[in-house]
């Protein structure tokens, strides 16, 4: 069974940052991308960033320059670095995996940014 753990979420001011982590274990075929989306309160899930398992990165334009997402192959896990936070970031971000057969869900980690 495969498990994807998030971590890192919390509140935080405008203006400062957060680190996301998701780590996945159990027993899945290769992993191709991974990557990150996130729902606020009364609107549907967006696509956040991705990364493939060459290290190609994409990301959202409304987080462009501001979150740098990253991967370790060896620990299975990604990450979401995420500066320059703003009141509009602020939702429960879930992290993804997707092999070549299926695509694994993280449990979702709140993330808010309020003064």
């Known amino acids: 069974q495969v498990q994807l753990v998030e971590s890192g979420g919390g509140l935080v001011q405008p203006g400062g940052s957060l680190r996301l982590s998701c780590a996945a274990s159990g027993s899945m075929f290769s992993i191709n991308a991974m990557g990150w989306y996130r729902q606020a309160p009364g609107k549907e899930r967006e696509w956040v960033a991705s990364v493939t398992r060459s290290g190609s990165t994409n990301y959202a334009d409304s987080v462009k320059g501001r979150f740098t997402i990253s991967r370790d192959n060896a620990k299975n896990t990604v990450y979401l670095q995420m500066n320059s936070l703003k009141p509009e970031d602020t939702a429960v971000y879930y992290c993804?995996?997707?092999?070549?057969?299926?695509?694994?869900w993280g449990q979702g980690t709140q993330v808010t940014v309020s003064s």
């Open positions: 993804y995996v997707a092999t070549a057969f299926h695509t694994y």
